[in-house]
């Protein structure tokens, strides 16, 4: 069996073998290619009446997998259950709520018996609003601040930031309300005590909401060190347990962030076990929870921060009582990996992202045709040990039988074949990948250029239609009131 210091060494040199060839990008490809076999059906997202509950057309649940909502008129909602084999955890990754859908995402907690919520997301991302306000002046101020400035409305905000009449929310299509209890800031993450009602029979329970701050889109923490704290207090809330329903876990897809947390949770949970300490594969692993949602980690950054943070788990006390205990937020233990371009800083917890990588539309299957370049070699290098060494050469054959030499020859020069044939067979789905998502995006663009020409005929023709009938009344009006003296 092996340690926890044999598990880190390997997984420690398989990043390392990973960091100095660069192969972070083909590394996820793989991943995706792999997933790509995933034969699963979203024919319940796709309904037409569904459609406007999906914040992302290209993000949809599997059939097999989502949450299916039995009280009120709606059945659907964009959430998956997401388990692994052997591992006592459950997790809900589902989207940051829509307007349309903010009381269905209260439903699936009051349903499902959640304890807890983590939120990965900021309210406001790169000049994007991610949730708005639930006032009526707050939401008319934000309307003119987004008129302006353009700005696009990406998620609701559904739950209560202060101890306030107002802000007490109430779902009456699904017989449920929200209250404010209390909240305290740690910095990077907030925590929020919340009151969940059922409106029926008056039922009470007290919801964990779990707002991390320190997370760009699309990016990756600075240092694993805030998140492992983070994740620390998670699991010490007993939001994890067994004992409670499955945790409910968002960011905007519900696949980026929320996937990275899931995956670096369940790796640290199996290398509690028995067979995890024989050996934990972390892309296994997340090809595994992929068949439960699509997409999960999006991105070849977070992937890399999946490594960096249960290598620094194995080398850390991250889950000590007293915060004394723990290792310092200045991520010195990043050092000890080899090739990490994560340096330490006074400025560790500011939200500024490294760079991001491509739009979303782009991001799940983005092609780097130049990678392909050195493709065979690439290959080749995947097919060395686990510690990324290549195996030593064969001794010299002590028969020089030149006919013997032909046939390994030629038993070499058909398996390099079919190595040959199998790349291009990868390279060709995927290039037939990057297509599609191509043409997607090509038509999303297009739908929104007619929808601002729509737009920009409507508002002149309102007001032109308004000023005539207005002139129409004024004759109208005048008319009268000539014939009425007569």
């Known amino acids: 069996m092996h340690t926890d210091q044999q598990v880190k060494k390997r997984l420690q040199d398989e990043f390392n073998d990973i960091e100095s060839k660069n192969m972070w990008n083909m590394t996820f490809r793989f991943v995706e290619v792999e997933s790509s076999k995933i034969k699963k059906t979203s024919d319940e997202a796709k309904k037409p009446q569904n459609k406007a509950l999906n914040r992302y057309q290209d993000v949809s649940p599997y059939d097999e997998t989502r949450i299916i909502l039995k009280r009120g008129n709606v059945s659907y909602i964009n959430a998956n259950l997401v388990q692994v084999c052997n591992c006592e955890r459950q997790y809900i990754l589902t989207q940051g709520p829509l307007e349309n859908s903010t009381s269905h995402f209260w439903l699936m907690v009051w349903e499902q018996s959640s304890k807890a919520i983590v939120m990965l997301n900021k309210v406001i991302e790169k000049k994007k609003v991610k949730y708005i306000f639930y006032t009526m002046f707050q939401i008319a101020y934000l309307i003119v601040i987004v008129n302006i400035f353009s700005l696009k409305l990406k998620c609701h905000q559904y739950w209560p930031k202060k101890k306030k009449d107002n802000d007490k929310f109430v779902w009456n299509d699904v017989g449920l309300s929200v209250e404010f209890v209390s909240k305290i800031n740690h910095g990077f993450y907030a925590l929020s005590v919340l009151k969940l009602n059922d409106l029926d029979s008056g039922e009470s329970r007290e919801i964990y909401h779990f707002h991390y701050t320190d997370w760009p889109d699309f990016g990756v923490p600075k240092t694993p060190t805030p998140f492992l704290r983070f994740l620390r207090d998670v699991r010490r809330s007993g939001s994890l347990d067994p004992s409670h329903g499955p945790i409910v876990i968002h960011c905007s897809a519900g696949i980026g962030r929320s ?22 594969h972390i892309r296994t692993l997340l090809a595994e929870m992929r068949k439960c949602r699509l997409g999960l980690v999006q991105a070849p950054e977070q992937l890399r921060f999946v490594y960096q943070s249960v290598i620094e788990a194995l080398d850390s006390n991250w889950e000590a009582e007293h ?27 500011s939200s500024e992202a490294p760079p991001l990588p491509p739009p979303r539309m782009e991001s799940l299957r983005q092609q780097d045709e130049n990678d392909y370049d050195d493709e065979e070699s690439l290959v080749s290098e995947s097919d060395s040990d686990e510690n990324g060494l290549n195996p030593p050469p064969l001794p010299p054959p002590r028969d020089l039988d030149l006919s013997k030499s032909n046939d390994r020859m030629d038993t070499t020069n058909t398996k390099d074949e079919r190595n040959k044939n199998k790349i291009e067979e990868e390279a060709e789905k995927i290039k037939i990948m990057a297509d599609k998502l191509k043409i997607m995006k090509r038509k999303q663009i297009e739908q929104e250029k007619w929808e601002q020409i729509k737009r920009s005929w409507f508002y002149p023709l309102k007001n032109i239609g308004i000023g005539i009938l207005a002139l129409s009344g004024g004759v109208m009006i005048v008319a009268y009131l000539m014939n009425y003296k007569k």
């Open 259 to 280: 996937g990275t947390f899931c995956l670096i949770d369940t790796c640290l949970i199996k290398m509690n076990t028995p067979e995890g300490l024989n050996y934990v």
């Open 323 to 349: 915060e004394d205990n723990l290792p310092s937020l200045d991520g010195s233990l990043l050092n000890n990996i080899s090739g990490s371009d994560c340096e330490s800083s006074d400025s560790e917890l």
